[in-house]
DNA sequence: ATTCATGTTGTGAT
DNA sequence: TATCACAACATGAA
């Protein structure tokens, strides 16, 4: 699950807020709070603050449950009840991030993305565009989409781009990020994938290639033919 | 039926 | 001490 997956998981769950648990360990605390950083989900109860991230499978249900599976965790609430299933949960004491680099947020700085990047010019472009200290939020498929969408080859190094294209990429990261939590709530974010799973390049119609790249090798589909290498000078 | 993949963390080796 | 590679986790979709 990605960061703007979050931000409706978030909205979905603030409907609960003010509202107090009432099964479990944290029966009888209120929800006072729902928020997201990233990939995380931030819930924060009377007396204890949950940290939720949902990994690779993880999910959430209201109120319709999933069948034969065990959530790791259930809050009932006088008007409905929020599954989680196979995610992360930790109890921390505060929250401490830095909104500034989440994608999602009002607080985001696209000078504190640009200082990373003028730092790491060896990193390869699709690492360091999953790199949640960087770009918190963005993931796999946003990785391949943006990419895409600039025309730039995965393994160009941060270092090959000029100022000006970098200030592309950091900018295409965020609007990415708005437009991948539009289509997802209408439920048509897959129709819209211009290269992540596709077969062809949607601009040249020849074969995308897939494969993992980058020290993180994760797996990107790209265009040789639309997206170039580019090599530092 | 089998393999893959929206991700992170911890462990042990180098 | 720092970095690296890999396992573990868990599940719907291809």
Redesign the pocket.
Known sequence: ??GP?LVIATEELSFFKKQKVQNGKLKGQALIDVQSW???LLLTFTEVKLRI???????YRIDVP?EN??P?LELRFKTGTVFF??C?IKEVDEFQYDWSIDLMSRAWDPKKAMKALKNQKEKMICDVL?D?TVFS????????EVLFRLRHHPETKVGALSSGQQKRLVEEAREYSFQFYEWKKKNV??RNWLI??KKKCPACGKKVT?R?TG?????SHYCTHCQKKISAC
């Open positions: 699950m990605e997956s990233g990939k995380h991230h949902f990994l690779m499978f993880g999910s999933r599976r065990t790791k299933y196979s992360a999953m949640q939020g963005l993931g796999n498929i946003m990785k391949n974010l897959k992540f799973r897939k993992p020290s993180l090798k994760r797996l």
